[in-house]
Nanobody, 127 residues
Framework: QVHLVQSGGGSVQAGGSLRLSCVAS????????MAWFRQAPRKQREGIAS????????TYHPSVKGRFTISRDNANKSVYLQMINLKPEDTALYYC????????????????????WGQGTQVTVSS
């Protein structure tokens, strides 16, 4: 079983920055993806960024591209999300996720492709 523990998040004014971290523990396959999802009030959870832990290849949702950066630390089985130029519409509960195996890049932001989830962390952006 894989356990994901998140840290970071909080409250910031529009235009500000935050960084989220996620550490995986337990057995995890050598070929896997990690990703960040978010869920705003009264909205469905959406994938915003994913990274293939082997190559570092990344995928971003258009709403965050150019503002958010996902990165990895393979040695520590960790993934990070650096968020800059935050907007009020970025306010949501953010989740870290990991897959058991390789995921086709075309669906690398699909919730159904991820098997393990972090506990969630709140990000609030005020105008």
């Amino acid at each position: 079983q894989v356990h994901l523990v998140q840290s970071g998040g909080g409250s910031v004014q529009a235009g500000g920055s935050l960084r989220l971290s996620c550490v995986a523990s337990g057995y995890i396959a050598s070929s896997y993806y990690m990703a960040w999802f978010r869920q705003a009030p009264r909205k469905q959870r959406e994938g915003i960024a994913s990274i293939y832990m082997v190559s570092g290849s990344t995928t971003y949702h258009p709403s965050v591209k150019g503002r958010f950066t996902i990165s990895r630390d393979n040695a520590n089985k960790s993934v990070y999300l650096q968020m800059i130029n935050l907007k009020p519409e970025d306010t949501a509960l953010y989740y870290c996720a990991a897959s058991r195996t390789w995921v086709p890049p075309s669906v690398a932001l699909a919730q159904s492709k991820f098997d393990f989830w972090g506990q969630g962390t709140q990000v609030t952006v005020s105008s």
